[in-house]
Each structure stands twice: as C-alpha cells, then as structure tokens.
C-alpha cells in the first residue's frame, strides 16, 4: 500500500497471499544456517539496491542539484568482472576506461582510490570512480592496507599465512574503498568485512580471497560460491553508499 520494497521471509510452510507472490520469497524454514543467511543477505541487498538506485530522484528539488548523466559516468578499471558487476548493481551501462594508474603507496586504501580517480580524471576529464581493494591485518597494524597488491606478489600467500603463525591475533579485514571526483567533488566510500586469516591458503580465488575466512564462515572467499561471496561483499557494501551520494547530490539521468 506504501509502495515500499519488501523482502517477504518464510519461517514456517504456508500458502503465500497473492499480494506478496510478486515479490522473492526468502525461505529460513530451517532456521539462520549458514546457507539461509547468505539468501537473507542477498535478498536485503537487492532492496538496499532498488531503495538507493541513483536513477530514483529521492528528495531533491527540480533545479537544486547538479546535473549527472549515467552515460558521462566512468570506471577506471581493466578488471571486466568489476566493470560487470558495477552495471549489475547499478543497473546500468557504464562507460570503461583500461587506465593503468600506479599505486600510491599508502596505508589508507580510500587514499589511494582518491589519488587514482583524481589521476583518471585528468586524462578522462569527466566524473569517474576506481576501486581500490586491500587486506589490512590487525596484528601488523593495518598492514598491507592499501599496500596490498603491492605486498602480495613478492610476499606470496603461503608466506602470510606462514608469518601469521608468530600472532595468536589473526583478525583481519577485507576493504574495498571507491574513490570518485566530478573534477569539483572529491569522495571516497568504503566497505569492510571483518574475518581472520586461516594456517594456510585454500580455495581457487583470486588475489588474496584463499587467506580470508569472512567472520561468521568457516570457507575462505576463494572456497566460497558467487551467491556466498556477495552476501558478504566489501565491494557491494562501498557500492551502496556510493549510489546514497550519486542520489543525494545529483539530479541523475
């Protein structure tokens, strides 16, 4: 009646009404098992999705916002299943741009994803984002941090779980900041999940996915399914607020 989204949840076998039947139903017939709660998460994600899509002109007044075209929106990137998963969440087609930015070295993964979006925008001269992912291990001091990609390669991923075996802390977080000017505006947004680093790697992910065990699983996201991997997403997470800002300060079209 509110025209509000909703995430109707199943806790017990019953007929579903037929005003809800338009709308996916998140089955937790057996309680919150691992594999119900990644269905949960996701279904939240996809009305967080609907509610903060920057297309949806909320509380804004004709005229009192900066005009933004999706279609003048850049990601600098040469990752095509970032680019891809940015269009699936955004629900858009996004313009691409294969810049190779150098790495600032910094702790601050955010200050590194300002530095490259800034760097993008000089060559683009239009508004563009670039992500900026990392591992920050607690008992380093948040170290790699946005040193990461630089840290992995020579340092290898069995060598971090094998240094870690000296700290009885294995917290660590995963991050992934967004970085994005318009050439005036200049914002960065941040996702983390929080977890630990395992004895040794496992799995078949990518970068460092084989050394985090997000908190709450016992699989690291490189043995994780795509499903389980975006309940939990660092990326999504950045994502949302990027999408509350772009709805906020533009009048989006």
């Known amino acids: 009646r509110l025209q509000k989204p909703i995430a109707p949840i199943m806790i017990a076998e019953m007929d579903i009404p037929e005003k809800i039947s338009k709308f996916p139903v998140i089955p937790i017939l057996d309680g919150f ?12 994600f996809e009305i ?16 009192s916002a900066p005009s933004l075209s999706v279609t ?34 910094h702790l601050d993964a955010g200050e590194v994803a300002i530095y ?3 760097r993008a925008y000089s ?18 001091g948040g170290l790699p941090g946005g040193m990461t990609a ?13 240094m870690m075996h000296a700290f009885s802390d294995k917290h660590a977080d995963a991050i992934s900041a967004i970085g994005f000017t318009d050439g005036q505006l200049v914002r960065k947004f941040v996702g983390v999940v ?30 994780m399914s795509e499903d389980e991997m975006l309940s939990i997403s660092s990326r999504r997470r950045a994502l949302i607020e990027f999408m509350q800002f772009l709805q906020s300060q533009y009048e989006v079209h």
Request: with cysteine; aromatic share 8%; hydrophobic share 40%.
């Open 72 to 105: 003048e929106l850049y990601v600098a990137t040469t990752n095509i299943n970032k680019l891809r998963m940015y269009e699936q969440i955004l629900n858009t087609k996004l313009q691409s741009a294969p810049i190779e930015i150098e790495d600032i070295q």
């Open 33 to 44: 098992t691992p594999e119900a709660t990644v269905r949960l998460l996701n279904g939240l």
């Open 150 to 162: 630089t840290f992995l390669v020579p340092a290898g991923l069995n060598n971090i779980c094998k």
């Open 123 to 140: 060559i683009l001269k239009k508004p563009v984002f670039v992500e900026q992912s990392a591992l920050a291990i607690r008992a380093w």
């Open 48 to 63: 967080e999705r609907l509610v903060f899509n920057p297309l949806r002109r909320i509380g804004v007044r004709e005229g």
């Open 194 to 223: 929080p977890g630990e680093i395992p004895p040794e790697p496992r799995g078949n992910g990518y970068s460092w996915n084989n050394i985090f065990v997000p908190a709450g699983f016992t699989k690291t996201l490189g043995e």
């Open 116 to 118: 490259k979006a800034k």
